[in-house]
């Protein structure tokens, strides 16, 4: 890998930037980036670069705190992959891609008892083994854990592994565009967080990990500058087609606070992990009725997060909530030292604010929590747009119309075991990037944004954010019409207006991070919104209350391209066939009885 410091100028103003060649360009430094990384490794691929936007080891996944599922059986012989498909495939309401499903689900066995190999600090049974917890809506105990920190774990394990290789990376940078000709993908653009200077990397191969786009909602559980829709947006932009966007999941469990409070304030829609559920915690209302016995009498607080939030979302809204919009989350009935074991991180947030839950309950309330949609992409993770990959939550097709808690990690590393696998077949060392596309993509775009830091304007963009997720919230939150989604869209339209007129400093100053991810928010919110008109139906996650039914001729999925006059232009491809094993499964009607853990 080779770096030259590049400096032209012209009519254009075209600032100076340093130029990097590699082999693999990875964006994105969570899981599924450094096990992408690590596969190429093992296979030989040296000349590997991965970013992060933030300092190394510093991402999303480690909000990741429930589990991560496998096939272990270590409580529960009998189950195998194909269940664990069948679960995956009911609860994405039969619009999941099969043959991804079976990816994840055959691997990772092997995946987890990989992870074990490499360090990671896996809960255990008396007899040592990896232990395993129940979770939402699947059959059986799959979901592996390291206490209620599963994700913190699992990335400092790979990050361990990764610098064990010697793998290179780079901290805050920031990808603005994907260098493409609307057929191949090149490399990337991007610029320096703290320097504010620019990059062009030209690269045989590009991996998107960067996350998906929950937080173009006011109420998420990432943080503000994660999972703003940057890793579709990105490949949007380039050419290839996105996939599922209207399937956005709200997590039945966010922090439900006093938002005049200081100390409450910033944990607002912060996640309350499913653990809490898995390992008992009740949900009631104010009058005191566990109120899952009406929504979901088998299996109670362990049904799918859809049908939780959805119950949840109705408590409140018929006035069975509490002060501050949500209802109580219940494990008082274990005691302190069970909780302190099996979900410290939790007990000591709470316990900080001073609420001990081994002895009081918490207020919770659904909050945006992951998009189940993305980049369509092929059996190995590849979109449309040739050397251009997408896996993690950057990618659809996986969870369909609802995600299984415990599978978002599960498919970070299966997917890139098996996108690594792919490049390391295919490439050839660093890519001959044109001059074309260095004078007609890369210099106009480098132009543009020096151009755009330090511009005046009328808006600020904090407030513009603002407004967004507000939209977002009110017009293709939990429950959807079409009336409130043409609103929402109309609305957008005046959104963007305002974006063309904000405020923006220079090149190292937030408000120029946050007005590109205005950018990539903007995309998500189109794609969500105008997926979900045109799905006239009830689905998963995605419920209308016009059309409240799942319709069978809907059993198709929607994908988005770039249309050259006006909006998205949208079309829907079918679904195919489960195999004979997963169906097998399916057709056995494996469910789990709650009851059994009382």
């Keep these: 890998m080779k770096t030259d410091q590049e400096a032209t100028s012209d009519s254009r103003q075209i600032p100076a930037y340093d130029r990097v060649d590699v082999s693999v360009l990875i964006i994105g430094a969570g899981a599924a980036g450094a096990r992408t990384a690590i596969e190429l490794a ?41 269940i664990h498909a069948a679960d995956t495939i009911n609860e994405g309401h039969f619009v999941n ?3 991804k499903v079976e990816t994840v689900t055959k691997q990772m066995p092997d995946r987890l008892r990989e992870l074990d190999e490499w360090g990671m600090a896996f809960s255990r049974t008396d007899d040592g083994e990896i232990d395993q917890r129940y979770f ?3 059959s059986f105990r799959r979901t592996a854990f390291a206490g209620d920190h599963t994700g913190e774990s699992m990335l400092n394990t790979l990050v361990a592994k990764a610098q064990e290789l010697n793998i290179p990376y780079r901290e805050n940078v920031m990808i603005t565009k994907i260098l493409s000709d609307g057929t191949r993908a090149y490399g990337a653009v991007g610029f320096d ?105 088998d299996q109670m607080e362990l049904d799918a997060r859809d049908v939780v939030a959805r119950a949840i979302a109705k408590e409140i809204s018929e006035g069975r909530g509490t002060e501050n919009g949500g209802v109580y989350l219940d494990i008082s009935h274990r005691d302190a030292e069970f909780i302190a074991e099996r979900l410290p991180r939790m007990y000591d947030r709470f316990l900080e604010l001073g609420v001990d839950m081994a002895a009081e309950p918490v207020e919770v309330a659904p909050t945006a929590h992951y998009g189940m949609g993305g980049v369509r992409v092929d059996a190995y993770g590849e979109s449309d747009i040739s050397g251009l990959f997408a896996i993690g939550e950057t990618m659809a097709g996986v969870h369909g119309a609802n995600r299984l808690g415990g599978n978002s990690l599960a498919e970070t590393v299966a997917y890139g075991v098996v996108a690594g696998e792919r490049i390391a077949d295919r490439i050839d060392g660093p890519g001959g990037l044109p001059e074309e596309i260095i004078n007609s993509v890369f210099e106009p775009h480098v132009a543009d944004l020096a151009a755009t830091a330090g511009r005046s304007g009328t808006y600020d963009v904090d407030s513009v954010l603002a407004e967004l997720r507000e939209l ?22 005046t959104l963007r207006e305002k974006a063309a007129d904000i405020r923006i400093g220079d090149g190292t100053d937030e408000s120029f991070e946050l007005a590109i991810d205005l950018g990539f928010m903007l995309t998500a919110a189109e794609s969500v919104l105008s997926g979900a008109l045109e799905r006239t139906e009830s689905r998963g996650a995605h419920y209308r209350s016009d059309y ?50 009382e």
């Design 97 to 99: 891609d099969p043959e």
């Design 42 to 82: 093992d296979r030989g691929v040296d000349d590997v670069l991965v970013l992060g936007k933030r300092g190394h080891g510093d991402a999303h996944t480690t909000w990741a705190r429930g589990g991560i599922n496998g096939a272990l059986g270590t409580h529960d012989p009998e189950d195998n992959w194909a």
């Design 472 to 493: 977002m919230w009110n017009h293709a939150g939990i429950l959807r019409t079409e009336e409130s989604i043409q609103a929402g869209l109309d609305q957008l339209d």
């Design 136 to 138: 939402g809506a699947q």
């Design 193 to 297: 967080m703290d320097t504010g200077e620019f990059v062009l990397f030209n690269a045989g191969c590009v991996v998107l990990a960067a996350g998906g786009y929950a937080a173009i909602y006011n109420r998420h559980t990432s943080r503000d500058d994660e999972n703003n829709g940057d890793g579709p947006a990105l490949a949007y932009d380039a050419g290839a087609t996105l996939m599922d966007m209207e399937f956005v999941q709200f997590h039945p469990t966010g922090m439900a606070v006093d938002e005049s409070d200081p100390d409450w304030e910033p944990w607002s829609g912060r996640l309350v992990t499913e653990a809490v559920r898995g390992e008992g915690g009740r949900l009631y209302n104010t009058n005191g009725e566990r109120f899952m016995k009406r929504y979901s009498p």
């Design 548 to 597: 409240p039914d799942v319709d069978d001729d809907w059993q198709r999925n929607i994908c988005f391209e770039r249309a050259d006059i006006g909006r998205m232009r949208l079309s829907t491809a079918s679904v195919a066939p489960p195999s004979k094993a997963v169906q097998s499964a399916l057709d056995s009607g494996y469910e789990l009885d709650y009851h059994q853990l």
